[in-house]
């Protein structure tokens, strides 16, 4: 991508984040409910009419829809989401708390996934319909199918319960306090990743280029990683860019499973105490990295294979 594409880019992000904030407001302008009455439900507090008035009053509801909507724009634009009806925090600063555990998470879950779906993708791409094929597909069929809370609770019986190896909250930070959520994450983001690198690397396999370095007589683990490998990354980054956007979203079931301090636990909290601030700074951070995640992926490109740029500099 060059400078012209990456500014377009950037505008476009400019106007869908213009876009989602104002539809995840009207949202929760429409949602049922009294926002005061919510938030002192949420304390569990029984509010009288002039305490719900007074509420309504400092949080600007007595202001048309458009105004409030501008306000709170404004606002967002500062760096100010708000504050949390049911935490009495910054929405600002719950969201930074909650980052660091989700980055910890996300990176061991993409690094085992990384680790196990390569080889075993590349394994079963080689040695195609035949017993490896098979074994790896049935695998992966099985990770694919089995659903995460359930993959996270045998994982906490075994390890956490019969071993005792690990403990059976993770909550804080550490690796014996993660490893069993990235390990139940990564067991289906690897089964689709072997599939897809298995999927990838014959393609690449059956080019006309590879046939025609077998006929020169080249070896097979040459065609492979000098050639084959380099081929199919493109296919992965985009996977990959793809994961690290929801696993930096928040995986909430898992989250759940394992009371761990990630910002999915964080948004299935807003969400059932009815946090609305809470959950339109969620929502605007998170489409924000999910657009900055994929500019960086696309321009990545570029540094994977230079016939991109060199096809851009020709147009």
Not at 8 to 29: A, D, E, K, N, W
Not at 74 to 96: A, P
Not at 291 to 298: K, S
Request: glycine residues 8%.
């Amino acid at each position: 991508m060059n400078k012209k594409e990456i500014g377009q880019r950037l505008l476009q992000i400019i106007v869908v984040l213009f876009g989602v904030s104002f539809l995840t407001f009207s949202l929760t302008y429409l949602a049922p409910g009294d926002p005061a009455s919510a938030m002192y439900e949420a304390s569990g507090i029984i509010p009288t009419q002039e305490m719900l008035e007074s509420a309504r009053l400092s949080m600007g509801l007595d202001k048309p829809f458009l105004m409030r909507y501008i306000i709170w724009l404004t606002n967002c634009l500062q760096g100010d989401f708000g504050t949390s009806f049911f935490m009495h925090r910054e929405v600002v600063v719950l969201l930074m708390d909650r980052l660091i555990p989700t980055i910890q998470l996300t990176f061991f879950s993409l690094l085992i996934t990384v680790i196990v779906s390569i080889p075993m993708g590349i394994l079963a791409a080689v040695y195609k319909n035949k017993l490896p094929d098979y074994i790896i597909r049935g695998l992966t069929f099985f990770g694919i199918s089995m659903p995460g809370f359930w993959i996270g609770l045998i994982l906490l019986y075994i390890f956490a319960l019969k071993l005792n190896l690990l403990p059976v909250i993770s909550s804080g930070m550490g690796f014996q306090k993660v490893i069993l959520p990235a390990i139940t994450l990564a067991i289906a983001m690897s089964a689709k990743y072997t599939r897809q690198v298995r999927t990838v690397v014959l393609e690449e396999l059956n080019k006309d280029y590879i046939i025609g370095a077998r006929t020169r007589g080249i070896k097979e683990s040459v065609i492979l990683i000098k050639h084959a490998l380099p081929n199919s990354m493109l296919p992965l980054i985009t996977l990959l860019g793809l994961s690290l956007g929801s696993l930096l979203a928040g995986t909430a079931v898992v989250e759940i499973v394992f009371s761990y301090p990630g910002l999915g636990n964080l948004a299935v909290s807003a969400v059932s105490t009815r946090d609305y601030p809470l959950i339109q700074g969620f929502v605007l951070w998170i489409s924000l990295m999910y657009m900055i995640i994929n500019l960086v992926v696309d321009i990545s490109y570029n540094f994977f294979d230079p016939r991109i740029g060199k096809k851009e500099v020709a147009k």
